[in-house]
């Protein structure tokens, strides 16, 4: 069963990511690639705190949004490619900006899902 979650929450995760790169505009900035990249940071913090620590949801159906949806819909490959594109041009200041932002943000983004989660938490608790 999992591997049917996790299958079928992939195709979502790289079909949204695929749209992602369609609707944001393509410059020497890898924009696409960093957005989907902070957004699934997010996510991923939200499925491991908020999602993984609920005993009602499935584990099956946690993996498949974590390792399906997340997996699928960001891209560390992307990432590296597009830096080596960059510093291959002669762009180092974009390359080692979005190597920055990538990883500053990236933390912060899961830190923000963390805090997100825990305020859900503690709601679901008070009512």
Same mark, same amino acid.
């Given at each position: ?11 979502? *995760? ?24 902070? #957004?699934?940071?997010?996510?991923? &913090? ?5 999602? &993984? ?12 949004? *974590?390792?399906?949806?997340?997996? &699928? ?12 594109? #960059? #510093? ?40």
């Amino acid at each position: 069963m999992f591997y049917l979650y996790v299958g079928v929450f992939s195709a979502l *995760g790289g079909m949204s990511r695929y749209a992602i790169s369609l609707i944001l505009p393509a410059t020497t900035f890898p924009i696409a690639t960093l957005t989907v990249n902070l #957004l699934g940071c997010f996510l991923l &913090a939200i499925v491991n705190q908020m999602l &993984a620590e609920n005993e009602k949801i499935p584990a099956a159906l946690i993996a498949g949004m *974590g390792t399906g949806f997340v997996g &699928a819909f960001t891209t560390f490959s992307s990432f590296s490619v597009d830096n080596i594109r #960059l #510093l291959t041009a002669g762009h180092y200041g974009i390359a080692i900006s979005y190597m920055v932002i990538s990883m500053v943000g990236g933390l912060l983004m899961v830190q923000l899902g963390y805090k997100v989660a825990a305020k859900y938490r503690t709601r679901r608790r008070a009512v």
